[in-house]
C-alpha cells in the first residue's frame, strides 16, 4: 500500500513538473514568435510545425498536437472582442481569454487603439494561448492551463539608451529628409520648435541646408530599436539662420529649454509663427482687401490653413479678450509684459478653457483656425502690437532668453552636458575600429562612451 502511495504521489509530482514545463516552452516560443516583425495585415491562418510547438503534459507525453496561428491588426472602430469573432473564435474562450487579462490589470480594453497586433493560437478549434503587442517592447500573453482557465503573463524586453547621431543636408523637406535618416515623427517635429524662434520652415529653409540631431533611441536585447526620445542637441546650418542648441534642464526652476554654446536660450519672448504647417498668405502693409476691393493697412500676416489647425499662444500672458469682433470674427487678443499685445482671428473655435482673464503660457493652444468674420477661406489673422501700435511680427527684433552665464555655478553644469553631447557626436565621426576602442574612454560625468 506504501508503495501504491510514492508511487501515486511521483505521478502527481511530475504532472506538476510536466505542466510548468508546458507553460514554460511555450511562452518561450511566443517570445520567438514575436522577435521578428509583426505582419500589418492579417495573415491566412498558419500551422505550426509540430516540433516547434509540443505542450508537454504527463499523460499524454509524446502525442504532440499542430496549432494553428493567425496574425492581424485591430480595424478603426473594432473591439478587441470583434477582432476575435473575425477569427472564428469561440466566444467562450475569447471571453475568458480576455478576462484573464483585465482581471490581472494588464490590460484596459476601453483604451485600445487601431493597429494593435494580435495573434492567436488555437487547437482543434479550441483557444489555446492569446498574445497581444499592446506597445513597444511590451507584450501580453494568456494561455490556457486547466481546461478553461487562462494564465495571464507580461513580458517586457530590457530596453536599453543610447543616443543616436544624425546629419544630413535638405534635399526635398526637412520632414522627410530627417525620417530618411531614421528620426521619427516626434524628434523632426522637436527639431523644429526649438527653431521656432529663429526660422520660418515654410519659407526660409532652402535646398543644401545642413542639419543635424542627437536623439535618445531605446533599444531591446536584440539591438532593435523599441522607440524613439528626447533630442539632445539641434543644429542647423543654412541660407536664414546657422546655429546650434543643446538640451539643458535648469536646476533652480527646474525648466527644460536649448540653449547655445554660449548658454543663450533658443526660447523668445515672443514666437515668430503662432501656427505650424501653416502657408503665408498674406504680409504686413498696405494691400488691396480681397473682400471691400478698397487699398488699406494689412495690421497683421495671414496664414493660411486647413480649419481646426491649432493656434498656440506666442508669449506667456493674460487673455484681454476672447470673443466674436466684428470683422475679426472669433478673436483672441494676449497682453504680454513689457507693452507687447498679441490678436488671433477668424478662429473657427477656442481652445480649452480660454477666456478673459486666463493667464496663459508660451504654445498653450488659445484658438482653432477658421473662416469667421470677414473672411475669404479658412486663415489665421495675426497681430502683434508695441505700446499700442501694430508692428510686423515677421521682422520684428524679439528680446532673448535666460542667459546661463548669468548664474556661473549654473553654466559650469550645462557645460559638462554640453561636452558629453558633444562627446557621442564626436564619436560618430570615427570609423568602426576606432570607434570600438573609444568605447572605454571616459566621458565628461566619468561614465563609459556607450558605443553609438
Same mark, same amino acid.
Given at each position: 500500500?506504501?508503495? +501504491? ?31 521578428? /516583425? ?39 472602430? &473594432? ?20 478576462? $484573464?487579462? =483585465? ?53 517586457? $524586453? ?6 543616436? +547621431? ?37 519659407? /526660409?529653409?532652402?535646398?543644401?541646408? &545642413? ?13 532593435? +530599436? ?93 487673455? &484681454? ?32 478653457? =480660454? ?49 546661463? &552665464? ?47
Amino acid at each position: 500500500m506504501e508503495h +501504491v502511495i510514492r508511487t501515486l504521489s511521483d505521478r502527481s509530482r511530475f504532472a506538476q513538473a510536466g505542466m510548468f514545463v508546458a507553460t514554460f516552452v511555450f511562452i518561450l516560443f511566443v517570445i520567438g514568435a514575436f522577435s521578428g /516583425e509583426t505582419e500589418a495585415a492579417e495573415s491566412e491562418p498558419e500551422v505550426i510545425p509540430t516540433l516547434a510547438t509540443v505542450l508537454f503534459e504527463a499523460e499524454d507525453y509524446g502525442h504532440p498536437r499542430p496549432m494553428v496561428r493567425q496574425d492581424t491588426t485591430l480595424q478603426p472602430r &473594432e473591439t478587441l472582442s470583434g477582432l476575435m469573432s473575425r477569427l472564428d473564435i469561440p466566444a467562450g474562450d475569447a471571453h475568458r481569454a480576455m478576462m $484573464s487579462l =483585465i482581471d490581472a490589470g494588464y490590460i484596459d480594453t476601453r483604451r485600445l487603439r487601431p493597429g494593435l497586433a494580435v495573434s492567436t493560437f488555437t487547437d482543434e478549434a479550441e483557444l489555446t494561448a492569446l498574445a497581444i503587442d499592446i506597445e513597444p517592447g511590451r507584450r501580453l500573453l494568456t494561455k490556457r492551463v486547466d481546461g478553461s482557465s487562462f494564465l495571464p503573463v507580461e513580458i517586457k $524586453s530590457k530596453l536599453s539608451v543610447r543616443q543616436e +547621431v544624425i546629419r544630413g543636408t535638405i534635399t526635398n523637406s526637412l520632414y522627410r529628409d530627417g525620417r530618411e535618416l531614421g528620426a521619427g515623427d516626434q524628434q523632426v517635429v522637436d527639431f523644429a520648435q526649438v527653431f521656432a524662434y529663429d526660422v520660418d520652415f515654410q519659407r /526660409e529653409l532652402y535646398p543644401g541646408d &545642413e542639419f543635424e540631431l542627437v536623439y535618445d533611441v531605446m533599444v531591446d536585447e536584440r539591438g532593435e +530599436v523599441i522607440r524613439r526620445g528626447d533630442v539632445h542637441y539641434a543644429a542647423l546650418r543654412g541660407g536664414a539662420v546657422d546655429k546650434a542648441f543643446y538640451r539643458f534642464t535648469t536646476g533652480d526652476d527646474n525648466v527644460t529649454d536649448y540653449f547655445q554654446f554660449n548658454g543663450e536660450s533658443a526660447t523668445r519672448f515672443l514666437m515668430k509663427t503662432p501656427i505650424n504647417g501653416a502657408r503665408l498668405s498674406s504680409s504686413f502693409g498696405p494691400r488691396r482687401h480681397p473682400i471691400s476691393g478698397y487699398n488699406r493697412m494689412h495690421k497683421g500676416t495671414d496664414f493660411a490653413a486647413p480649419t481646426g489647425t491649432p493656434v498656440y499662444a506666442a508669449g506667456h500672458g493674460t487673455v &484681454e479678450r476672447a470673443s466674436r469682433n466684428g470683422g475679426y470674427g472669433n478673436y483672441v487678443r494676449i497682453r504680454h509684459a513689457n507693452g507687447y499685445k498679441t490678436a488671433y482671428a477668424h478662429l473657427s473655435r477656442y481652445g480649452p478653457g =480660454i477666456r478673459s482673464g486666463k493667464r496663459v503660457r508660451q504654445g498653450d493652444i488659445i484658438g482653432y483656425v477658421g473662416s469667421t468674420g470677414a473672411s475669404t477661406g479658412p486663415h489665421l489673422h495675426y497681430e502683434v502690437h508695441v505700446n499700442g501700435r501694430a508692428v510686423n511680427a515677421m521682422t520684428l527684433k524679439l528680446p532673448t532668453g535666460r542667459k546661463l &552665464e548669468m548664474a556661473p555655478e549654473m553654466f559650469a553644469e550645462f557645460q559638462v552636458r554640453r561636452d558629453e553631447i558633444d562627446a557621442a557626436r564626436a564619436l560618430s565621426d570615427l570609423p568602426e575600429p576606432a570607434l570600438m576602442a573609444a568605447n572605454d574612454l571616459p566621458t565628461a560625468n566619468g561614465n563609459a562612451v556607450e558605443n553609438h
